[in-house]
């Protein structure tokens, strides 16, 4: 399951968070966990260069997107490679609906799209589209093109 | 021209700091969230607060009841408008504010309409919407739209049918399980991501049923498979099919493995990766089948991708727990990731190669590692410190640098775990290696001397206590103990003094100096460490002179307690002052039952240091020594045996009553361990009565009740037997407990002056043939089997009849002898049709007995069985072959 997604700015508030499955009193610790780590790690690395973690038995994997860092944190099937994958839709969309690399401004006026986007690639912690375009035209409620 | 330019850049700046959250709040939101309601929609305005709502929400924001339900029933009003964005905004919204049963009936009629709406898209968003809000009710009436959509052209409406049925399934199995074939039909779809994702829900629905499992993966191994993602997915059936089959013939030809070595040239790296970690994980895998895989994961350690590096070095991490050589080829390629940016690769990799590496490659390793153990968090360098610990177990000969390498970063800085993590694999190497002893006690000293942890100072003191005056030169530790009892807290120098007094009592040519340093001691401030210095000046004797402490008064000062500490706890909490003083015997030695799971839990890891044991220091010395402590067993002799605890109550009855056999030559005693769980109850006089009718070699000769047995205190009564002298009777025993209950004040937690006699039925107990045979092992069963006198020899042979399968005639026979299988002749390979077990112990009356069982299948599920006994008593093994002949 995909447990976590979350997105924050380059001082470490948060843009976007969506848990599945973990309950409500830890996601308070998740989310101080991931920050941590993105502010010991995520200096100077490239855009989409992933990074990865293990925290027990759960991964995470985590990237710089302009001036945004995402993180997904998986267990069980959705490990270091599936969450990769993930990560990887992700950042092509969020790069699809901004139009280039995120500012945080950008970021946050495109908000609702980006809701809607996240919406399309993961639900309730299972990955369900990965193709960008296809998920463009499905949050303007358009049949994918090669349906 | 310049000056737009610089407006714009103005601009810009204005932009970026302003973010259009700015200041938003819960309240006003909620406020605007009333243009739903307007007769006049405005889709655009209604879109934009539905993303405050959503960003509230992706903030952690939580609604109110009241404030959800007023929100979702102002959404519900958006499905009027006809705006295609607005819409698909409200999908999100529903299913954000997960409305209640009884506020879904509002938003059904509307989307079960575009659930059937010629509009795809409407048709894909509104089943993942209404399958996120449903009940069993509502699903049954939509369940033949959902069967529709399943294999509906439209891969996003089949794709979000199946995602919802892998949801649904967790809820109502057995509405989803009825779509086993439109699943299986989109498992052949062309669209990729619906074959992966019917492809989980097919799996999911068929996982119990072996058969079906085996056969989904046959057909798709054989044929093509579309994304990546679903090849994975086959790949991990795959293994699983292959873990529980059970024709795994010895040639090596597993079944599917072909499949899984042709993964691993897939062009997709997940699946690789995929292939290469399901071939390692493979049941007693061969090296022959685990080098494709090893070459691929060599391959990815020197990867671009950090994901690929890790996933490579965590895999073969876990391979060289088993198959150390398989992973030395790597070696070079991990040496590089020692210096690899991310931490937890760089990690990995230096525990795997401290795993696989050689004796000669250790100081070239340890070098390495000391760059590298500045700049990583404490989390990690716990784990480099736990491998070099074992990497030290393995090559002693190698303990001066690794001894050394561990006190070097005893040095620096770092929390407490870390240090503990240190401290535990010094000690733990003092233990296992004679010679690291000196060195290690000395790293241990310095330690102390600038150590800001209070519980890891006594610990290493109470140590130096035992460990120091066995080496050559006790004085030398003499300085660091004394020197913390002028620098710390009083928690340490109570410590300090106690082992003070240990060198003073076990080396009796440092008693004077050591005296003269506790008088010192009189004087401190604090009282327990003036209390522990007067009590060793005044029992440790002889005023300080070179005179050697009496064995009696060493016990009574460093013996262990024998005590469990949560019982003395327990009792003292219990204990009021009275005239009465305290009565340490009064005491329960039995260590209160645990849960399984909480038993499990510690002492997985072998810690150094620690706190002395809890419990009894050794369960058959602990029993022999309670046994003796009571007089009327004192004359029994020299306990042979003592069984593990049998219950005789179910769990979680009122009363938990278990029982240990203890066998002496002449007799038996029944130690009953008797845990009172009532709270509202004081019993007292606590007996067992024992109807031994069905025992007819025994005779009840003595017994010791429990005088009170409070709530939560576990506390023993003893029933003896007399029987014929060394010889293994064996009898039924039925079981009554009897006690005068008396009802407890809850709030005083005083007990009623008057009880009433009551009765409590126990199961039945039985002593066995096994209760006479000690489980010992030989190291070399052949040896110790030619050199036994072969006249001694008694072998026959058996018929056990029907049995369920070979593995459980052997633990049959194991369990009626009770002795110690050897060389792991215990474990039965599947599908073998013969096999032969050896089995060591020591009879009744200290006679060693070996013997070697050959099974073997006589038709489908009879099994024979020969039996040959040696033992240094041919009577001995003539009652071996009786045991088995009666049971």
């Known amino acids: ?82 969450l990769a994958e993930v990560i990887f839709v992700i950042t092509s969309a969020v790069k699809d609906v901004c139009g280039k690399l995120p500012t945080e401004r950008l970021f946050l006026d495109k908000y609702g799209r980006i809701c809607l986007t996240l919406d399309e690639i993961i639900w309730k912690g299972y990955l369900e589209n990965t193709d960008k375009d296809r998920i463009r035209r499905l949050v303007r409620l358009k049949p994918p093109t090669e349906f | 021209m310049a000056q737009p330019l610089v407006k714009k850049d103005d601009d810009r700046d204005d932009e970026a700091d302003c973010s259009p959250f700015l200041g938003i709040e819960k309240g006003a939101v909620l406020q605007e969230a009333r243009v739903f309601n307007d007769p006049q929609l405005d889709p655009r305005r209604c879109s934009q607060v539905i993303t405050k709502l959503l960003y509230l929400l992706n903030q952690g924001e939580t609604f109110t009841k009241v404030e959800a339900t007023e929100v979702f029933f102002a959404v519900t009003k958006l499905f009027q408008s006809k705006d295609i964005g607005l819409r698909r905004m409200v999908y999100v919204m529903i299913k954000e504010l997960s409305p209640s049963a009884d506020e879904v009936i509002i938003v059904t009629s509307s989307l079960m309409k575009d659930m059937t709406s010629k509009t795809d898209m409407y048709r894909a968003n509104a089943i993942r919407v209404l399958c996120r809000i449903t009940d069993g009710t509502l699903l049954t009436q939509i369940e033949r739209y959902l069967k529709q959509a399943i294999v509906d052209k439209n891969p996003v409406v089949a794709s979000a049918a199946l995602v919802s049925g892998i949801h649904l399934l967790q809820t109502n199995p057995e509405i989803v399980k009825r779509w086993s074939n439109e699943v299986q039909e989109a498992v052949q779809s062309r669209a990729a991501l619906v074959q992966f994702h019917a492809l989980a829900l097919l799996h999911q629905i068929r996982q119990n049923d072996r058969l079906a499992v085996n056969k989904l993966v046959s057909s798709l191994t054989k044929g093509s498979v579309r994304s990546p993602l679903a090849q994975c997915l086959l790949i991990r059936y795959t293994s699983q099919v292959i873990r529980e089959s059970a024709n795994n013939n010895q040639a090596g030809d597993r079944p599917f493995y072909d499949f899984l070595e042709g993964c691993l040239r897939h062009k997709a790296e997940m699946v690789i990766f995929e292939a290469a970690r399901a071939i390692t994980e493979l049941n007693g895998v061969t090296s022959r089948e685990l080098t494709p895989a090893i070459t691929v994961l060599q391959l990815f350690l020197s990867s671009s991708k950090p994901v690929l590096r890790f996933a490579a070095v965590r895999t073969l991490n876990k391979v060289a727990m088993t198959h150390p050589m398989a992973v030395t080829n790597c070696n070079i390629d991990m040496e590089s990731l020692i210096s690899d940016q991310n931490r937890s ?77 240190i401290v535990d694999s010094i000690v733990i190497l003092i233990r296992d290696i004679p010679e690291a002893k000196e060195s290690g006690l000395l790293h241990l000293c310095e330690f102390i001397e600038d150590c800001e942890f209070t519980y890891l100072s006594t610990q290493i003191l109470h140590f130096l206590g035992i460990e120091g005056p066995k080496t050559s030169d006790p004085s030398k530790y003499i300085r660091y103990i004394y020197n913390r009892v002028h620098l710390e807290n009083a928690t340490v120098r109570a410590g300090a003094v106690s082992t003070l007094a240990k060198f003073g009592a076990m080396v009796d040519t440092l008693k004077p100096r050591v005296f003269v340093l506790l008088r010192r001691c009189l004087f401190d401030n604090d009282d327990e460490v003036r209390d522990r210095a007067t009590l060793y000046l005044n029992t440790l004797g002889g005023d300080g002179e070179v005179v050697e402490t009496g064995e009696d008064v060493k016990e009574f000062l460093f013996g262990s307690l024998d005590i469990p500490l949560v019982n003395l706890e327990n009792s003292l909490k219990n204990y009021e002052p009275s005239e009465e003083a305290f009565d340490i015997n009064s005491v329960p030695k039995e260590v209160k039952t645990q849960p399984l799971a909480e038993k499990k839990a510690p002492g997985k890891k072998p810690t150094g240091l620690g706190a002395p044991p809890a419990g009894p220091p050794s369960t058959v010395d602990a029993y022999e020594k309670l046994l003796s402590s009571i007089p009327e067993f004192a004359n029994f002799g020299k306990l042979f045996k003592s069984s593990a605890p049998v219950e005789l109550t179910e769990a979680e009855t009122e009363y938990a009553v278990n029982v240990v056999k203890h066998i002496f030559d002449g007799h038996v005693v029944f130690q009953y361990n008797c845990t009172n769980t009532i709270p509202e109850q004081l019993l007292e006089n606590v007996t067992v009565i024992v109807d031994a ?53 809850p709030s005083t937690g005083e007990a009623e002056d008057d009880g009433v006699e009551d009765e409590y039925q126990l199961e039945e107990l039985e002593v066995v043939a096994a209760d006479y045979m000690l489980k010992v092992g030989v190291s070399n069963f052949r040896n110790a089997w030619e050199t036994m006198d072969a006249d001694c020899e008694r072998a026959d042979e058996y018929g056990l009849g029907p049995r369920e399968s070979l593995a459980e005639a052997v633990n049959a026979v194991i369990n009626l002898l009770g002795m110690q299988p050897c060389e792991g002749t215990e474990v039965v390979p599947n599908n073998s049709r013969s096999h032969t077990c050896l089995l060591s112990g020591v009879y009744i009356g200290n006679v060693k007995v070996l013997v070697r069982l050959q099974f073997g299948l006589d038709g489908p599920k009879d099994v024979a069985m020969k039996l040959a006994v040696r033992s240094e008593d041919e009577a001995v093994s003539d009652a071996i072959h009786e045991i088995v002949a009666s049971g």
């Not at chain 1, 969506?18 to 995520?42: I, Y």
């Not at chain 2, 069905?694 to 010791?704: D, L, M, P, T, Y």
């Open chain 2, 693 to 745: 009718s069905e025992a007819e070699e025994f005779a009840e000769v003595a017994s010791k009740p429990l005088r009170s047995l409070p709530y939560d205190s576990p506390g023993q009564t003893f029933v003896a037997f007399e029987k014929p002298e060394g010889v293994p009777a064996i009898g039924k025993f039925s079981n009554m407990l009897r006690f005068i209950v008396k009802e407890v004040d």
């Open chain 1, 1 to 82: 399951m995909i447990l976590a997604v979350l997105f924050a700015n380059s001082e470490g508030n948060i843009l976007v968070e969506r848990f599945n499955g973990v309950p409500a009193e830890e996601r308070l610790h998740w989310r101080s966990f991931l920050v941590k780590l993105g502010a010991d790690n995520l200096k100077g690395v490239k855009n989409e260069e992933l990074l990865v973690a293990s925290h027990k038995s759960v991964y995470i994997v985590y990237t710089v997107l302009g001036d945004v860092s995402v993180y997904v944190v998986g267990k069980d099937e959705y490990d270091e490679l599936a």
């Open chain 2, 345 to 421: 690769i760089a990690t990995l990799a230096i525990t795997t190669l401290l795993k696989t590496g050689n004796e000669s490659s250790v100081d070239r390793l340890m070098k390495q590692i000391t760059n590298f153990m500045s700049d990583i968090a404490d989390e990690f360098k716990i784990v480099v410190v736990e491998a070099i610990r074992s990497l030290c177990l393995k090559f002693p000969l190698k303990h001066r640098s690794l001894m050394n390498f561990l006190s070097n970063i005893l040095r620096e800085e770092g929390g407490f775990e870390y240090k503990k993590a």
